[in-house]
């Protein structure tokens, strides 16, 4: 990752709120390193009441350029110099860029970035009818550049049909009054055309009655934009019915974590081609930079978004992952299940891993091959987990894993790590009866844990994310614990 500036470097940012969590800085950072710009991209946490002043700061600041997320898209537009028309037409714009007289004028690469995601995945909204499951923020954008690229019909299915009237009525207005496909260049920010006669192009309907559809379309493509699905709702999605997913000729939902929803699983088992909503994150940036940098004649490259794109997937899926470190006895075993549980997710446990794989105990493979050799089982079995992109696990890890710094480089890339922390004595009272624990077959176990514990202690805190002392609490109160302190 770049790691320096000077007087000549480019700074970007987004404001919104909150902004902690955002993957832009990934985006940008991670394009800028490859295309060799002098550019930074840092996030602002702006409240509402500071919009004004902190586009005023940022031209004054001489900032390049900016992001707008959630909940000032809108509330951005009074204060920019000039708008792009299409941004101007949905009423919300993303991104903002200098003009050449040194204000900002604002676009919206939410909708561009949509179009190019589903378009480098080779769907063609042309001729096609698509459907939009929602009606909130996303829908509108996503309903605006269905119609603008020609979709033959766009019909808005929403649980609140009165917000589906709603924004088919503002987007047929806004399509209409800016014209069709002319408006809609290949980068999708462009010019004037013709009217249209817009009112048959988006039809609102109640999502209850989907099975309407069929009667009007026997094939579409479905835009999913509720929030329907999203981590940890995992098991949800918002039409449940497995029929509704055979008509469907592709499908792509804006949520994008987990990477893959329900809604995306039920659409791929149908035989429908499916797109992920990182990919239209990752696309919006795109537009963003190039848009920034167009001076520089910046274009970037499928190879260069798709290298991108390993990254989001490694940190939208990375993060999903919840494990669990701590000596043994420490409640792991019995807190990943109930973690699990709550959570409705998938738990491993690495031990039991190791065990159904080598078909033996871990006492025998300590025996026969020595601790070395399991260990070298641990690290490889967490390299899979990282490589292969495991996620939405509850993760227990074996009592010695994270010692090696290996292991723990791995650990960071493989999800959120909780440790948790517990007293010698209490491990002792846990385990003194149990005869597998092969690192405790001696005179003195509890000298032996304090002993062990003395030398883990550190290690086990420079992998974790979260320290949970758990002496005090039940495995039910530590389950909830951590589901409190992820933000769950
Ligand atoms: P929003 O404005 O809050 O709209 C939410 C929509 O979901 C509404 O239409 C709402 O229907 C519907 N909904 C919520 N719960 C429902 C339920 N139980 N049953 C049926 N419908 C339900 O949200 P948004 O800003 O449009 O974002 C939607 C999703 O898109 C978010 O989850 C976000 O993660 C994702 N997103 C992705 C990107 C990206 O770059 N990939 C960008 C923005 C957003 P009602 O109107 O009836 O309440």
Redesign the pocket.
Known sequence: MQNYTDGYTRTCGLIGNPVKHTLSPLIHNALAEMTGVNLVYVPFEVEHAAVQDAVKGAKALDILGLNVT?PHKSAVIPFLDDIDPLAKGIGAVNTLVRTPEGGFKGYNT?MT?LYRAIREEGVDLSGEAVVI???????RPAAFISAGKGARKVYIL???FE?AEVVAEEVNKAVYELGREDKCTEDGLSAAGEATDYEKIIVPMK?EDYKKLYELEDRFIVLQ????G?FPDVNST?IEDEEFYTHIIAAMD????PLETKFLKMAKAAGAKIVS??K??LY?GVDAFELWNSDLDVKISKEQADEVYKSLVMEVTGAANIILEGFMGCGKTTVSEILADKLDIELIDTDEVIVDTEKRSINDIFAREGEQYFRDLETELLRTIVEDHWRETVISLGGGLPMREENRELLRRAGKVVYLRTSPETVFDRIKDDTTRPLLQTEDPLARIKELQDQRREKYEQAADIIIDTDALTPEEIADEIIEQLGL
């Open positions: 959630i939410d970035g499951l929602g009606a909130g923020g996303v829908a929403n649980r609140t917000k999502l934009c509720t929030s329907v999203l918002v804006m949520i994008y974590r909503g990182l239209m994150l919006q």
